[in-house]
T-cell receptor, first 112, second 115 residues
Framework: NAGVIQTPRHKVTGKGQEATLWCEPISGHSAVFWYRQTIVQGLEFLTYFRNQAPIDDSGMPKERFSAQMPNQSHSTLKIQSTQPQDSAVYLC??????????FGPGTRLTVL | GDSVTQTEGQVTVSESKSLIINCTYSATSIGYPNLFWYVRYPGEGLQLLLKVITAGQKGSSRGFEATYNKEATSFHLQKASVQESDSAVYYCALSPHYNQGKLIFGQGTKLSIKP
């Protein structure tokens, strides 16, 4: 079992560019979660899907951020017109439906 | 809204001594939240250390334990005798009763062990 896979591990974008982050959940897991970690804000919940359906996006910034789960094997987090304040480690987690979430290694996004 | 507070950003403990990392929570919804401790060892991803989903119960793993105290709204992490391999960042978290998918994390406590 490879665990949750996140690609790329590091991404550098220029201000105003688009960034797409990928997450492959553990095979058979029905739920996918996205979190963001910064020094100032800590670990923040963004959004989650269950059986590919969006369940809760209460943590997503209202503008420029979107998440999708087109099939059970991957989810994407897209940030349009990236800004320096979007720089963070973005974490994806998956769950089989129990309370335990398994986290990926994260994608470090740096916006110059 | 719901929140988790860890008052110590960094803790240093001598090897073989006891440890306590403080965690308090605030849950505004009806019903008791699920409580967790996650850990990030150097160079590794975030992983679950222990969980308690019933108020009043104790969880334990790898020599660590935490008791869900609903009166004090606390979930402190304790270990009787720490080892160098326990050096890591520890995060307390809750999932609200009404939304058991979402995790709300504390700021984390970095534990360093003095040999």
């Amino acid at each position: 079992n490879a665990g949750v896979i996140q690609t790329p591990r590091h991404k550098v974008t220029g201000k105003g560019q688009e960034a797409t982050l990928w997450c492959e959940p553990i095979s058979g897991h029905s739920a996918v979660f996205w979190y963001r970690q910064t020094i100032v804000q800590g670990l923040e919940f963004l959004t989650y899907f269950r059986n590919q359906a969006p369940i809760d996006d209460s943590g997503m910034p209202k503008e420029r951020f979107s998440a999708q789960m087109p099939n059970q094997s991957h989810s994407t987090l897209k940030i349009q017109s990236t800004q320096p304040q979007d720089s963070a480690v973005y974490l994806c987690a998956s769950s089989s439906g129990t309370v335990e979430q398994y986290f990926g290694p994260g994608t470090r996004l740096t916006v110059l | 809204g719901d929140s988790v507070t860890q008052t110590e950003g960094q803790v240093t403990v001598s090897e073989s001594k006891s440890l306590i990392i403080n965690c308090t929570y605030s849950a505004t919804s009806i019903g008791y939240p699920n409580l967790f401790w996650y850990v990030r060892y150097p160079g590794e991803g975030l992983q679950l250390l222990l969980k308690v989903i019933t108020a009043g119960q104790k969880g334990s793993s790898r020599g660590f334990e935490a008791t869900y105290n609903k009166e004090a709204t606390s979930f402190h992490l304790q270990k009787a005798s720490v080892q160098e391999s326990d050096s890591a960042v520890y995060y307390c978290a809750l999932s609200p009763h009404y939304n058991q998918g979402k995790l709300i994390f504390g700021q984390g406590t970095k534990l360093s062990i003095k040999p």
